[in-house]
């Protein structure tokens, strides 16, 4: 199945069938406007606060004074309203890691309405790395992959900049190394330190492969965002009978009957379902990101408050 739409694709830059490099870096425009508030340790303008106690400029809390404490930092009316001595703690600050994970698996090479789904990832991705930019992150990226190391962390445009070269390599064609998003979130989980962020892009039935329990454990020390591509057809397809070709095949697909739409739908649409009524209980922020949405519509994702890990 091709594109159509073809006043739309010439916007992007591209033919919406293989990502172009100057299309990811006309995207830093687009995240410009997107300033979300700073919200402390998952926050999103500037660095991002260390979830370790020390003597920085960000106010934590206020605990009992103990010998050894520096005196210029004992809580004045605390200690007054107590009749006890206590001292302020702050949060040090420090660079976050931004880590985008690409999905590669051939599902996501597809799409029918403005570009593949693999476009969109490349274009979501390059969205999250000029918002890491933007918030003084270090950025890195990796996919599934046994022989492709990760790129490494950078900040600033240069940072993004490699990240975007890699995502218009892995996305122009299916990559034939692909081993996978659980080797994906394996190297990931590697890579990340306690309050980075993770940005996953990714085929809904690409999450069949990971264990469940695997969620909440992300969730408990980063930020973890999960864009999943979709395409019209997949998730409303017309109930009518379609023609299709494999292999030099073609045969046609009666839509319109019940049980073959069904079928088609607990392939396509359900996974897709499945994940944005189960992520969020596990602390993950999760969205939908068709083949026709603007690329940078998921960012109000990185301005709300945590999902709480049931």
């Known amino acids: 199945m091709g594109v159509h739409d073809s006043r739309d694709v010439r916007q992007d830059g591209g033919n919406g ?4 490099l100057s299309e990811l870096v006309a995207l830093r425009g687009a995240v410009a406007g997107h300033r979300p508030v700073r919200q402390g340790r998952f926050g999103v303008s500037g660095h991002a606060l260390s979830p370790l106690r020390g ?3 960000e106010y934590a809390e206020s605990r009992d004074y103990v010998a050894g404490d520096d005196a210029r930092h004992i809580d004045w009316r605390l200690t007054a ?3 006890g001595a206590h001292t302020k703690l702050f949060q040090a600050e420090r660079e976050r890691l931004t880590l985008i994970v690409a999905d590669t698996a051939p599902s996501l090479y597809f799409g029918t309405r403005v570009r593949f789904k693999s476009v969109q990832a490349a274009r979501a991705g390059a969205v999250a790395a000029w918002a890491a930019a933007r918030d003084g992150d270090r950025i890195a990226a990796l996919r599934g992959s046994l022989r492709e190391a990760p790129v490494a962390p950078a900040a600033g445009a240069r940072g993004a900049l490699r990240v975007l070269d ?8 299916p990559p034939d190394d692909d081993a996978g998003l659980a080797v994906a979130l394996d190297h990931a989980q590697r890579v990340l330190r306690p309050g980075s962020r993770l940005v996953l892009l990714a085929d809904p039935s690409s999450l069949s492969a990971i264990a469940e329990r695997r969620w909440p454990a992300l969730a408990q020390h980063h930020e973890v965002v999960v864009l999943l591509l979709t395409d019209a057809l997949e ?9 299709f070709s494999s292999d030099g095949h073609r045969f046609e697909l009666d839509l319109a009957s019940a049980p073959q ?3 088609w739908l607990r392939e396509f649409a359900a996974p897709a379902e499945a994940a944005i009524a189960a992520l969020p209980a596990k602390g993950v922020r999760v969205q939908l990101l068709a083949t026709d949405a ?5 960012l109000p994702l990185l301005g709300r408050p945590r ?3 049931a």
């Open 166 to 173: 890699a995502l218009v390599r892995w996305y122009e064609a």
């Open 55 to 57: 003597r920085g400029m």
């Open 17 to 20: 069938i293989r990502p172009v």
């Open 307 to 309: 999902p709480m890990v």
């Open 81 to 83: 309203r107590t009749g």
């Open 235 to 243: 998730v409303q397809p017309p109930k009518r009978a379609l023609p």
């Open 294 to 298: 603007p690329s940078e519509s998921w």
């Open 261 to 263: 739409r069904q079928r």
